[in-house]
């Protein structure tokens, strides 16, 4: 029987009766079975009984699954991934430092320190016994994703319970035979000239920019400090809205953070205000804040949200935004009676036309909404927020740029591709901090996975995941391993990705001699590490599920950077304008080593990576 995923309450009473009836039935057939009579026994020991089966039971399932999965290991020839060792029964210890650490350190800290620690790219977290992989090894990860993989592989019953009430049957949150249908069915909206639809991204970037403009203090020398995050996050939902459904959400003409009456606070992510479309951002936030809250507390979420589902006042607000829109162009298809794909036809139409079902069309588009609002807003954040952190890459982007657009140029699709630069910012940002930082599998058979060896002493090199089994890869991590990128895997230089050695040394050479000499040796080795091996980065994913809007979300971009950057000469992050609570610890400027020593924003992440509290910003017109 497979249960549908709206049925969390049911799948969590039948586990818990698994683990808590079933063993009294075995009790009462065991004492049966040896001839005591159960009426018997005083009703202390009768209790003490009912309840030490439990553990009993527990522990008879958990050798049994062990022995069993070691015989399917070595059927297999593959090796058992070592275990996380804590020291409170069942990893309890494991799972509060997690907690903790989620709240007070650097994004993935915990994860990375574990890896460290085993010596492993590959770990067994074994929280309440339950295996649950995390790995940063590239090479499990290709075969999770591609080749037979993703036939044994999904998303998952878990992650789509999780996601159930948000998402529902939309592309992100379905598997095999359904997904497949999305998937064909949304693919062709994302052809070519589609997703270069300049004149949207033209639309919107002066829009945006109008905005920062019209915040030059008195003497013009600067803006006024303003939260970039979330005003790229009305750039893109605006961008995508007209994009998927013809019609704009107009959040840009509505009051910023920190610039009308109401006051500026911390929001689930970034800053909030109260007004109508803060309560659909705020909801919109809310419902992936509290959801991969459920992700860390794993399969017992239910117990937490029994009586009443933590997302459901966001999920209202997020629909009864959407349900308007989803009904208008229904209508209008009614009217019209589409059939053919015409030239003005919207993402919403198309969808409109492959199914009646109101609820279907609506959680399509939130999908897309979500997959093109958040990640490409926070693509845009942290380019600029390290372009605060270097100014000499703010310099060299803003030359080439000018070099091919001078101040008022546009760029066209054709020559957006020879803005080299530009586009190994892109690629180092995408590195550094990728807007997907961490993603999930679930195994439906147990199985072996080909991977690097865990260790020297191990001659097989796949690892053995039993069914049933998460495994949580970290683009975000291995996007940073020295042994993958080098020693300085962790800095910011957008030169790792320029191939054409010439052309840099052209550019550099106002950095001086020695810099000059240096940079030329070592300029391209990271598009080269990534040549051999493409899996060391995957900011889009990789496989069947790879990323659809890949062009789309770097077209828009490179667009909006283009215009940005004609138009300001530079940025630097406004400290002073950071809501309470959202600047780096101080503890992370202790560490040996690692980025967090020197960040001087905090990133975090729910679904998507982001800054806590916004990113606070000033520009410098040009
Ligand atoms: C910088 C921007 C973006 C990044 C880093 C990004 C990253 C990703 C990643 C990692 C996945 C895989 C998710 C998974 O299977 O678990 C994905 C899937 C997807 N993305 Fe993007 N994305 C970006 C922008 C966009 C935009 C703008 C759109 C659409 C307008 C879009 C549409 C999709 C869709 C439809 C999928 C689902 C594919 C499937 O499951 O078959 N993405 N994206
Ligand atoms: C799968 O594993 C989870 C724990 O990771 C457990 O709660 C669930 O009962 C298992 N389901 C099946 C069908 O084995
Ligand atoms: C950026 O990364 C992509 C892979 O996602 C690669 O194909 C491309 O060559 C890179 N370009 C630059 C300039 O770094």
Request: hydrophobic share 40%; glycine share 6%; aromatic share 12%.
């Amino acid at each position: 029987m497979k249960l549908h995923p709206r049925h969390y309450r049911i799948r969590f009473l039948l586990d818990l009766s698994s683990t808590i009836l079933v063993p009294q039935l075995c009790l009462v057939a065991a004492l049966t079975a040896t001839g005591f009579s159960y009426t018997e026994i005083p009703v202390f020991s009768r209790f003490l009984l009912h309840f030490l089966v439990v553990p009993l039971v527990g522990w008879l399932r958990i050798c049994w699954d062990e022995y069993n999965n070691a015989r399917l290991a070595a059927s297999f020839n593959a090796v058992s991934i070592p275990r996380v060792q804590g020291k409170w029964p069942g990893n309890l210890d494991i799972a509060i430092k997690l907690v903790k650490s989620m709240h007070e350190d650097y994004l993935m800290q915990f994860f990375a320190d574990l890896f460290e620690e085993y010596g492993s790219h590959t770990l067994n977290t074994r929280i309440l016994w339950g295996d649950q992989i995390i790995s940063i090894d590239q090479e499990l990860v290709k075969n999770l994703l591609t080749g037979a993989g993703p036939d044994r592989f999904h998303k998952g019953y878990y992650w789509q319970e999780r996601f159930e009430a948000f998402l529902g049957n939309g592309i992100f949150n379905r598997d095999q035979e359904e997904w497949r249908a999305h998937r064909q069915i949304a693919r062709p909206w994302f052809a070519r000239e589609r997703v270069s639809d300049f004149n949207i991204f033209e639309k919107y970037t002066d829009r945006t920019l109008n905005i920062i403009s019209s915040l030059k203090t008195e003497d013009g020398t600067k803006t006024r400090a303003f939260d970039a995050q979330d005003l790229f996050a009305r750039f893109t939902l605006d961008t995508a809205s007209e994009f998927l459904f013809g019609q704009t959400l107009n959040t840009l003409m509505l009051e910023l953070p920190g610039q009308g009456n109401h006051a500026v606070k911390m929001g689930p992510k970034g800053s909030a205000i109260d007004d109508e479309f803060g309560s659909f951002a705020w909801a919109f936030e809310d419902v992936q804040i509290k959801i991969s809250t459920r992700m860390r507390i794993g399969n017992i979420w239910p117990l937490f949200e029994f009586f009443h589902d933590s997302t459901e006042k966001s999920n209202a607000v997020v629909h009864d935004f959407l349900r308007p829109l989803v009904d208008k162009a229904l209508d209008r298809r009614n009217r019209r009676h589409i059939e053919t794909d015409e030239e003005d036809e919207t993402f919403l139409d198309h969808l409109a036309r492959s199914t009646e079902d109101r609820d279907t069309v609506r959680f399509q588009l939130l999908n897309m909404l979500l997959a093109g609002r958040d990640t490409t807003s926070t693509l845009l954040s942290f380019v600029i927020y390290l372009l605060c952190c270097h100014p000499e890459v703010t310099h060299r982007l803003r030359a080439e740029i000018l070099d091919h657009y001078h101040n008022d140029g546009r760029p066209t699709l054709e020559n957006l591709k020879s803005l080299k630069y530009l586009r190994a910012v892109l690629n180092e940002t995408l590195r550094l901090f990728p807007p997907v930082p961490m993603n999930s599998r679930l195994s439906d058979s147990p199985c072996a996975v080909p991977c690097t060896p865990l260790s020297k002493a191990h001659a097989t090199n796949s690892v053995f995941i039993p069914s049933n089994t998460t495994i949580l890869y970290n683009t975000f991590l291995i996007q940073r391993r020295k042994d993958l990128w080098g020693e300085d895997a962790e800095d910011f230089r957008p030169e790792r990705w320029l191939s054409d050695r010439i052309y840099d040394a052209d550019v550099d050479g106002r950095t001086g001699e020695e810099n000059l000499l240096s940079k030329v040796i070592r300029d391209g080795d990271g598009l080269e590490r990534m040549i051999q091996d493409p899996f060391i980065f995957l900011p889009f994913h990789a496989g069947p599920r790879v990323c659809l809007g890949q062009n789309f979300a770097l077209n828009e971009a490179s667009y909006f950077l283009v215009l940005l950057l004609q138009r300001f000469k530079s940025f630097e992050l406004a400290e002073d304008s950071m809501p309470e609570g959202s600047s780096p610890p101080l503890h992370w400027r202790q560490r040996k080593s690692g980025r967090q020593r020197y960040e001087r924003i905090w990133p975090k992440s729910s679904v998507t990576t982001f800054v806590k509290g916004g990113l606070w910003v000033r520009a410098v017109p040009a």
